[in-house]
Each structure stands twice: as structure tokens, then as C-alpha cells.
């Protein structure tokens, strides 16, 4: 045991120095040669090399989008690779952005802003509730640059690697509470007291308390945190993705306040209802906008009993 112990311990630091090398490397190119030339390379070479998550992307496009051909699918399949890849280097870049150059990539717009200063006004904080859709850690970082940001994230099980990942957030000051932190609600209520946004994506099947709402059509366990906490705070709740444009650029979709469904008198089943609705939402963009999400995530994994 001890030596499998040793043996995984140093594989994962072969890993964290492939990945640091790696990060290194990478931010020597010209950024829009490394976002628009080499990560699409890189993602069409991910794409063919992955096959179990190439099949995944496939298999659950098609159960979600049945009217479009096999062509169609496979060509949002591997858009999907190369974004994420484009995501994934976009966020080695995060130290060295100036905000003037961050600002000519992604920037929030005057209505963005304005609707945040509005529910900000009510003192209870503000929940930005979001995906894996477009570069989130963009978005993330667009809002911080105005406002006190907050995004809630899982730990990687890789500690050196967890740790440069947070380095990278917080460069562009973007402050993370680990969900699996014991002082994880304590850090999420201060935040909210001190007037603050907390962004949570609910748009994957994970090992936290969740329910099963609808989500293209089947039943899928969605984490019920964010609507639980917003219903017992009176924190107000917006859409706030990121949408990958042409050329390296982004821009956001916001909306107006969510406002929760009307209370049955029942809080679990008022969670239940919230949580829908919030995913109606997600559900929305993901359909007009396919390859800007994970499809290869095991969305339907948990089976309702």
C-alpha cells in the first residue's frame, strides 16, 4: 500500500509539472496565435484522440437535437474541443492581461452593469447564476473587474494543480470558495453580508445535495444550493454567461432578475420549482447556442429511483 501510495503521489506531481511547463510555454506565442491557431489545432487533435468523450458529445447532441443531421452533430462536436481548449489557454493568460487588453476581448456593457448596481441596491448580495458554457472563468473575470466576485468551484483532487488554477482567478480578482471546504457555506453567507456576487454553475450532475428537475426533456440531478440559499436570503438571482464570439472575443448574456415561482408552502418542493425554472433558463441558451456547452459531461448519470 505504501508504495502505490508514493507511486500516485508522483504521478500527480509529474502532472501539476507537465501542466506547469506546459503553462509557461504556451504564453511565450502571440495570444491570438495561441487562442485562434494553435488551441484549435491542439482541440481538433484533443478530438480525435478522446474517443470516449468524442462519443459522449456525440451520443448525448443527438438524443438532445434529433432533427439535425449526423453531419451537423459532428461538427458541433468538434467545435465543442476546440473551444474548451481556446478556454483553457485563454486562462494562462490571465496574469499577463492588462485590463485594457482584457477590455478589447470581453467587457460588460453599460445595461449589464446597470442591472447589477439595481439588485446590488437591496444590501442582500447577488447570485450570478451560470455553466460551463462559453469560457465561464471569462465572464467571471469581466464582472470582477467592477464588481466583488465570488465563484463557487470543486477542488482538484491534484493540490499543486488546484492551487495554480486559484492563482489564475484570484490574478484576475476573482476570489474562490472550494465547496469542499467545511467553511464553505460560512465564506458563501459573509460574502452575501458583505454585499457580494456569488457565481455557481448548476449545470452539471455532481456529488453535492441535488434534485431532479426537466433539462431537454429528461430528468437530471441538478444541484439545488443556489436556489435553496436564495429562497431562505432574499438574494436576488440573474443569468450571467459568457458566449464565445469569432476572433477571440466574448460577450455576455445577462438578464433580468429570476424571480422564484410563486411558494406552494412547501420549501423543499419551492427549492424543486426554483431550480427548474433556473435550468429552463441554461436549457435555453444551450439550445441556441449548442457548442458553446460540455457534452461530453455525463449530464444524465444519476438515475431517478
Same mark, same amino acid.
Given at each position: 500500500m505504501g508504495i502505490i501510495f508514493?507511486?500516485?503521489?508522483?504521478? *500527480?506531481?509529474?502532472?501539476? /509539472?507537465?501542466?506547469?511547463?506546459?503553462?509557461? +510555454?504556451?504564453?511565450?506565442? $502571440? /495570444? &491570438? !496565435?495561441?487562442?485562434?491557431? !494553435?488551441? #484549435?489545432?491542439? @482541440?481538433?487533435?484533443?478530438? /480525435?484522440?478522446?474517443k470516449d468523450a468524442r462519443l459522449k458529445a456525440r451520443k448525448h447532441l443527438s438524443m438532445c437535437f434529433p432533427d439535425k443531421t449526423k453531419q451537423e452533430i459532428e461538427k458541433i462536436v468538434k467545435t465543442i474541443?476546440?473551444?474548451? +481548449?481556446?478556454?483553457?489557454?485563454e486562462l494562462l493568460y490571465f496574469p499577463k492581461m492588462s485590463n485594457e487588453f482584457? #477590455?478589447?476581448?470581453?467587457?460588460?456593457?453599460?445595461?449589464?452593469?446597470?442591472?447589477?448596481?439595481?439588485?446590488?441596491?437591496r444590501k442582500k448580495g447577488l447570485f450570478a447564476l451560470s455553466a460551463h458554457f462559453g469560457n465561464w472563468e471569462i465572464v467571471a473575470a469581466g464582472f470582477a473587474k467592477v464588481f466583488p466576485v465570488n465563484v463557487v468551484a470543486k477542488?482538484?483532487?491534484?493540490?499543486?494543480l488546484n492551487d495554480m488554477l486559484v492563482k489564475y482567478r484570484n490574478s484576475r480578482n476573482v476570489k474562490v470558495i472550494l465547496r469542499s471546504e467545511t467553511s464553505s457555506a460560512r465564506?458563501?453567507?459573509?460574502?452575501? *453580508?458583505?454585499?457580494?456576487?456569488i457565481a455557481m454553475l448548476i449545470d452539471q450532475d455532481t456529488k453535492v445535495q441535488s434534485v431532479f428537475v426537466d433539462f431537454f426533456g429528461k430528468p437530471a440531478s441538478t444541484p439545488l444550493g443556489l436556489a435553496a440559499i436564495a429562497l431562505k436570503t432574499g438574494t436576488p438571482v440573474v443569468l450571467c454567461l #459568457?458566449? *464565445?464570439? $469569432? @476572433? @477571440?472575443?466574448? +460577450?455576455f448574456i445577462v438578464?433580468?432578475?429570476?424571480?422564484? $415561482?410563486?411558494?406552494? @408552502? &412547501?420549501?423543499?418542493?419551492?427549492?424543486?420549482?426554483f431550480t427548474a425554472k433556473l435550468t429552463k433558463y441554461l436549457e435555453k441558451n444551450i439550445k441556441e447556442n449548442p457548442e458553446q456547452w460540455v457534452w461530453f459531461h455525463e449530464r444524465w448519470k444519476t438515475k431517478q429511483v
Open positions: 508514493y507511486m500516485k503521489k508522483y504521478i *500527480r506531481k509529474c502532472y501539476y /509539472y507537465a501542466a506547469y511547463i506546459f503553462s509557461k +510555454t504556451i504564453v511565450l506565442l $502571440p /495570444y &491570438n !496565435f495561441a487562442v485562434n491557431k !494553435f488551441a #484549435d489545432f491542439m @482541440g481538433t487533435l484533443v478530438y /480525435y484522440i478522446v474541443f476546440q473551444y474548451e +481548449t481556446k478556454n483553457f489557454v482584457f #477590455d478589447s476581448i470581453a467587457s460588460i456593457t453599460k445595461e449589464q452593469k446597470e442591472i447589477f448596481d439595481k439588485l446590488l441596491k477542488k482538484i483532487y491534484i493540490d499543486e465564506k458563501m453567507i459573509k460574502a452575501l *453580508r458583505n454585499n457580494e456576487i #459568457d458566449k *464565445r464570439l $469569432p @476572433g @477571440g472575443k466574448h +460577450t438578464s433580468d432578475e429570476i424571480v422564484p $415561482p410563486a411558494s406552494c @408552502g &412547501n420549501f423543499d418542493e419551492d427549492v424543486k420549482n
